[in-house]
């Protein structure tokens, strides 16, 4: 079964977002999405899209790697795999070797506040994926037999993408330091000793405490309506129980009183890189108000190959191969804002990392433009309108908010309250946040060969 280990699912990520107030009539939605709710607290959201006859089918659950408990890194991550081996009425592997058969492609996700899994069909198959995906949300079966072989798999996945990875490692080490107290500081995939400690009455527990319709939803978009789901929902997933589901309590970041620098040398990098993270409000938790104008600072700052940091250290200064900036706002709880470089071959790190902190500290003092601000609305309004013709966009930005603590009229209202974000709020928002006590320095370097 072709597996993707995700930390965090990426893709249109810009387009998730919280709303500071309700979204006003009139105005044009971005997926115009249907929604309803079984008896059993299941959400069921429905975006049609008739461009081809196949359809997307998702479920999400609102659990993930930060509502572990500790000492048990990696459940959230190890039971994403364990959800494929089987219930009552199939055998381990068998409803991927379903999907297989009938044409169809599958995968699933873990990130620190949801897990996800999903299925891409023909419309004509629809009812095959839900009728099974009901089934393992109520009857998943574990045993030693399947549960400690797959215990290896994980384990190895860790050495691979992890272990074998210097710039993942760098990650890592980063995230511990950015998130002194909070979850977050852990790794999805788990610390290594942790991993090895987990078990079939762990991956249980964490099933029966989590996976419940009523702390899911499920999402379905392409060659449908929601009169055609409906029934088929209620049909196999209205059957499946609710059952208590704990609070999502997460401890609070304190405060940082100091800048933290992390360096990582290693034979097995390549391309030496440099990256200054913040920690930043998100949608959810923090100076809320901030999170539109830094998705707008975002756009300006590492936008592509007409962002500020691209032309300045790459085409005018010539001292970068890359340069950019991320906004990590899509948590239920605090996020991130980094700039990131990466010199040109045979210039020194020391020089693009003077390069780059020259042109964030010329970002503090001066601030942005109001042209700047407008160019960026432009270009992330043009972005929200191609996420439409995407299949896989609608329910992996929905899913995200919903799963996230957002609504679906956050996520319709998103090119209004972008569209509203001032010149005034933007330098505001950065002045904010690009704090050095709150930040970290991660360093890649590789070792000298001599």
Same mark, same amino acid.
């Given at each position: ?8 699912? *990426? ?9 500071l107030?309700?979204p006003?009539?009139? +105005? /044009?939605?971005?997926? =115009? ?14 975006? @049609? ?9 998702m ?10 408990? &500790? ?45 996800? $899994? ?5 419309? #004509? ?8 995906e009901?089934?393992r949300?109520?009857? %998943?079966?574990?045993?030693? /037999? ?5 215990? #290896?798999?994980?384990?190895e ?5 992890? =272990?074998?990875e ?22 999805i ?10 078990? !079939?009455? =762990?991956?249980?527990a ?5 996976y ?19 029934? %088929?929902?209620?049909?196999? $997933?209205?059957?499946?129980? &609710?059952? /208590?589901?704990?609070?999502? #309590? ?26 200054? !993270? ?14 539109? &104008? ?14 500020r940091?691209?032309? #300045?250290l ?21 996020? @991130?804002?980094t ?16 390069? +780059? ?15 700047? *601000?407008?160019a960026?609305?432009q ?6 309108i $191609?996420a439409?013709? @995407? ?5 992996n ?12 009229e ?11 974000v001032?010149?005034?709020q933007?330098?505001?928002? %950065?002045?904010?946040? +690009? ?10 370097? &590789?070792?000298?060969?001599?």
């Amino acid at each position: 079964m072709p597996r993707r280990f995700a930390l965090t699912l *990426v893709a249109l990520a810009l387009f998730v977002s919280a709303s500071l107030a309700g979204p006003r009539p009139g +105005l /044009a939605a971005v997926f =115009d999405p249907e929604s309803f709710t079984l008896d059993n607290g299941l959400q069921v959201v429905v975006v @049609s899209n008739h461009r081809a006859p196949i359809v997307q089918h998702m479920v999400w659950y609102k659990v993930g790697a930060a509502d572990e408990t &500790p000492g048990k890194s990696g459940i959230a991550h190890f039971l994403e795999h364990l959800m494929f081996k089987g219930t009552d009425k199939l055998a381990p592997g068998e409803f991927s070797q379903i999907i297989a058969r009938n044409g169809g492609q599958e995968n699933a996700f873990t990130s620190w506040d949801y897990t996800g $899994y999903y299925q891409t069909v023909a419309k #004509d198959r629809l009812e095959l994926v839900m009728q099974h995906e009901a089934d393992r949300m109520a009857n %998943l079966r574990l045993t030693d /037999a399947v549960v400690n072989p797959e215990r #290896d798999v994980i384990l190895e996945e860790r050495r691979s993408r992890i =272990d074998n990875e210097p710039s993942a490692q760098l990650g890592e080490m980063v995230n511990a330091s950015l998130y002194m107290n909070h979850p977050y500081r852990i790794p999805i995939i788990g610390w290594e000793h942790e991993m090895q400690g987990l078990t !079939t009455e =762990d991956a249980i527990a964490f099933y029966n405490q989590w996976y419940a319709p009523n702390n899911a939803i499920l999402i379905v978009a392409g060659d449908v309506t929601a009169a055609e789901v409906r029934p %088929l929902a209620e049909k196999y $997933y209205g059957p499946v129980a &609710p059952r /208590a589901v704990p609070a999502r #309590d997460r401890i609070e970041e304190p405060q940082q009183f100091a800048p933290r620098r992390v360096t990582l040398t290693s034979e097995r990098v390549r391309q030496p890189s440099l990256s200054v !993270t913040y920690l930043a409000p998100s949608h959810n938790r923090g100076d809320t108000q901030h999170s539109y &104008p830094l998705q707008v600072l975002d756009e300006i700052m590492g936008g592509g190959t007409t962002s500020r940091l691209y032309r #300045d250290l790459v085409v005018e200064q010539g001292i970068a191969a890359a340069a950019g900036s991320g906004y990590d706002s899509n948590n239920l709880d605090l996020g @991130s804002f980094t700039f990131y470089v990466s010199p040109r071959p045979g210039l020194e790190m020391a020089a693009a990392e003077a390069a +780059l902190l020259a042109a964030v500290e010329r970002l503090k003092q001066d601030g942005v433009s109001a042209e700047e *601000v407008a160019a960026a609305k432009q270009r992330l309004s043009a972005d929200a309108i $191609y996420a439409r013709d @995407s299949l896989s966009g609608a329910p992996n930005i929905l899913g995200r908010a919903l799963a996230s603590g957002r609504s679906i009229e956050d996520v319709e209202s998103w090119p209004e309250r972008v569209a509203a974000v001032t010149v005034e709020q933007v330098n505001a928002a %950065l002045r904010a946040v +690009l704090q050095d006590d709150q930040s970290v320095t991660g360093v890649l370097l &590789p070792k000298p060969t001599s």
